[in-house]
């Protein structure tokens, strides 16, 4: 079967090529991994296990008690009247979306009959609340239901749509109750009847992209190849001329020249998607409009696709990304500016941003299976994205800067909710990031102790870890086979290890292959198996490219994957920006990693000296000479991930050396 694409009209078209020879060149793409649902994976560290066990425990219902008070839960009843205060806001839904897939997710892999019967409870609401047609936004059935449809540039509609499909297909592979999942695929008919190019139809997308993606996690949960066909056009029509958010501007009675954004680079609709070189606009539409372009460059097998993924991957790897692996540097537009603008103090970051960065790279990384996307993973979980929950679970970040004088908290909630419920989807699916498996490979992406259960061909593989990661950079692989079987096993070896040593069943392996980052190991397996990868874990000196004028002359402080920082709280008395980093002895000499059981959820610190810049009296002096040699001061550094849940203070990430 030849791979083919489907074009606006509905007709496949080849994208194979042949030279003169005959020889077909394959120029399509296509997932040559499948990553191993996160229901096949079993976490029991030290590290992620807890957290998992507080998402659950804690964080779920918490949110689920603030969309309750909030009016979120009840705003499917439709008894707002006008007048009535607590309007449904346009993007309620989806929060209550994400609601339902978090919860779902916990419910696959911790069963609980208490919330499987309030999933099913909410599950009626929004049943009940649906229109005849098919139609179903709490905003607009209530608040304003003569303007269904006609904003579709600024009013959520159809990314409320798309997180409500998310949570009907999570509810259905959780449970395999179809109730949810029949409400949105009436719902989804609806849209696919009203969106389009034929006559009749509206030409418009989402001013806020979401759809796409869930439309082709729709068209896998049922089969329905119109799903996968209406994603496309979204993602083709968007950025047409002439575009459609003016000719729906001018609908409304309104001049597209004063759009509050100025610009549809906001939402990645200023040219066409396959003309777009660098990522632009609002992180979190980016975020989930790349999750749909690589959903659909596989589905098609469209090289066009893939190649354009890349490039953009590039462009905000290479040019915009935080060393958390946040991303979206101005609170203006909540989005990207120019290449290397990347300030700490105010940097915006929003946890939603990261955690749309992480579903993006791990689409991208079942391809190949190319360290670089598992890199970024890795980076954004262990940083920029685990910073935005509290470790009791009950309070959150919607924005994650790099620096803070003292007054930047989390939340127990916020009136835009997005971000509690997009990290607590993330937490409770997180197995699905640790490994994937093919007919003849199996690979691990991540290193946590647990164990995964795959199926390599006819063999039925579990794969077993004993490590203390991110701690220390020793992992034990333990092979379970019903049968001895033949296969590669590919072991990511991260960016940031510069010395390693591999053996099997406790014999050195030196010369083994080392492929897109992965180091390849094929044998016959047996039972009992072992495979010791121990990666060096030192304290390392991080330096941003010179482009980044914020951070020209300054460093930070790496181990293993955790980005560290300094607190107020450690440093009593200490302006933190007055720190120098010593650069004049070896890392060994200056840095003393240290696990401290009862810190902060069980941390490696790290105690160090450096020297500080003291204040002196200007007696009102413009300009006066530096106080040379600067006084020496211990630090203690810790993971970035864990500020701010102590008492309040200073936080600094980079700091100039001295």
């Not at 779902?104 to 499987?116: E, F, K, N, Q, V």
């Not at 009296?617 to 500020?643: E, F, H, K």
Request: charged share 20%; aromatic share 12%; glycine share 8%.
């Amino acid at each position: 079967m030849h791979p083919t694409s489907i074009d606006s009209a509905g007709k496949p078209h080849s994208y194979n090529w042949r030279d003169k020879t005959g020889w077909r060149l394959q120029l399509t793409t296509k997932h040559q991994l499948t990553p191993v649902p996160f229901t096949q994976v079993h976490l029991d560290d030290a590290f992620w296990g807890p957290r998992m066990e507080t998402n659950c425990t804690v964080t779920i219902p918490a949110e689920y008690r603030m969309l309750y008070e909030t009016g979120r839960i009840n705003s499917f009843d439709l008894k707002w009247k006008p007048g009535d205060p607590n309007p449904p806001h346009i993007f309620w839904d989806a929060t209550v979306g994400k609601w339902i897939e978090a919860a779902s997710y916990s419910l696959a892999t911790r069963p609980d009959s208490a919330l499987d019967a309030q999933l099913d409870w909410l599950a009626s609401k929004i049943s009940h609340a649906q229109q005849p047609d098919g139609y179903l936004n709490t905003h607009f059935q209530q608040v304003e239901p003569e303007k269904r449809w006609t904003n579709l540039r600024d009013c959520h509609e159809l990314y409320c749509a798309g997180h409500l499909i998310e949570a009907s297909v999570a509810h259905y592979q959780a449970t395999g109750k179809r109730a949810l999942l029949d409400v949105l695929c009436r719902y989804a008919d609806l849209i696919d009847a009203t969106f389009g190019i034929s006559d009749g139809k509206k030409r418009g997308y989402c001013g806020h992209e979401e759809i796409e993606l869930a439309l082709i996690k729709l068209y896998h949960a049922v089969g329905n190849q119109q799903y996968l066909k209406q994603a496309q056009h979204f993602i083709d029509e968007r950025g047409r001329e002439p575009n459609y958010f003016d000719s729906e501007a001018r609908a409304r009675g309104e001049d597209p020249a004063d759009f509050w954004a100025h610009t549809y680079a906001y939402m990645q609709a200023h040219i066409p998607v396959r003309q777009q070189t660098e990522v632009t606009g609002h992180a979190v539409r980016a975020m989930y409009l790349y999750c749909a372009l690589a959903d659909l460059a596989n589905e098609l097998e469209d090289e066009g696709l893939f190649t354009q993924c890349e490039r953009l991957w590039e462009d905000a790897c290479l040019r915009r990304m935080y060393i958390t692996g946040g991303i979206g540097a101005s609170m203006t537009n909540e989005g990207f500016t120019q290449p290397y603008d990347l300030p700490d103090e105010t940097a915006y970051a929003e946890t939603c941003a990261a955690v749309g960065f992480a579903f993006w790279n791990h689409r991208m990384l079942q391809f190949e299976g190319d360290r670089r996307y598992a890199d970024v993973i890795e980076r954004i979980l262990y940083n920029g994205a685990l910073s935005g929950v509290s470790l009791d679970g009950r309070t959150f970040f919607y924005v994650n800067p790099l620096a803070s004088d003292g007054h930047h908290h989390r939340k127990g909630w916020y009136d835009v909710a997005c971000c509690p419920t997009n990290i607590a989807r993330l937490l409770a699916s997180i197995g699905n990031y640790v490994y994937s498996q093919s007919a003849a490979d199996a690979w691990i992406h991540l290193y946590a102790q647990g164990s995964g259960s795959l199926q390599i061909g006819e063999s039925q593989v579990i794969l077993q870890q004993i490590t203390r990661y991110p701690w220390d950079g020793d992992v034990r692989v333990i092979v379970q086979v019903d049968k001895p079987a033949l296969f590669k096993l590919h072991l990511r070896l991260p960016g940031w290890c510069q010395s390693f040593s591999l053996s099997i069943n406790d014999h050195t392996e030196p010369d083994l292959p080392i492929t897109r980052g992965y180091i390849v190991i094929e044998r016959e397996w047996r039972s009992g198996d072992a495979v010791t990868l121990k990666m060096d874990m030192p304290v390392q000196y991080m330096q941003a490219n010179p482009n980044v004028s914020a951070m020209r002359g300054r460093l930070a402080m790496q181990r293993g994957p955790v980005v560290y920082c300094l607190e107020g709280c450690d440093h009593p008395g200490l302006q933190l920006d007055q720190v120098r980093l010593r650069t004049d002895a070896a890392m060994s000499d200056i840095f003393h990693p240290e696990f401290h059981p009862e810190l902060l959820g069980g941390v490696v610190v790290l105690h160090a000296t450096g020297t500080i810049t003291e204040p002196v009296r200007w007696d009102g002096n413009l300009y006066q000479s530096m106080q040379i040699p600067s006084p020496m001061v211990n630090l203690t550094a810790i993971p970035y991930y864990a500020w701010d849940n102590r008492a309040p203070g200073e936080m600094r990430v980079w700091f100039h050396t001295g």
